[in-house]
């Protein structure tokens, strides 16, 4: 069985990338694909994540066995930050041979395994290594995650330049409507001018709305 892993980053750590990512599991699984998602490096919890709590409520389904053994969430640190600062902060460097132990057990268990990472594209995962890095090192083809919330467009553009200039596969961009804003005018705008820049530069990126999920 040949398994699909794909990496979920996007503008910054307030996007929605937790959202998106179960709403891409739920749209997957509908589709009829066998789907797990992990978080490979979670900070701000002690012994579990908030994040993939968060995929199994908006899935529906209770904690999985690879939650139960921490497959799907391989890295925890206690402080809310970036990786390389939690993993200063408590003393214990990131074990990057965990998380593809992790990542691959579940490659043998499900067809289908969407990897959350912590924050944006240009988060540091050690001092000299990036999460874009560790994208590109692994030839994970790409899911990005925006907004229409204000500056998202500056930021959604700086990440595709980054994209384009590291040779990344990007296979999805998904633009999350959640929470619902009241004032729509700049998200509408957003919407249509990311999703025209797409077509004239990712013509093979799929452009997914996310609305709020029920």
Known sequence: MKSNIYFISGIDTDTGKSYCTAYLANT????????ITQKFIQTGNVGRSEDIELHRRLMNIPPTPEDLKQ?????IFSYPCSPHLAARIDKRAINFS??????????KRYDTVLIEGAGGLMVPLTED?????YIQEKKYPLVFVTSGKLGSINHTLLSLEAIQHRNIRLDYVLYNLYPVAKDTTIQEDTLQ?????????????????????K
């Open 28 to 35: 997957m699984i509908q589709n009829g694909h066998h789907v």
């Open 71 to 75: 497959l799907t969430m391989p890295e």
């Open 98 to 107: 965990k998380i593809e132990h992790a990542t691959q057990e579940l490659a």
């Open 129 to 133: 290594f990036l999460t874009i890095d």
């Open 193 to 213: 001018y990311i999703e025209k820049y797409l077509k004239k530069n990712f013509p093979e990126t799929q452009f997914m709305i996310v609305p709020e999920m």
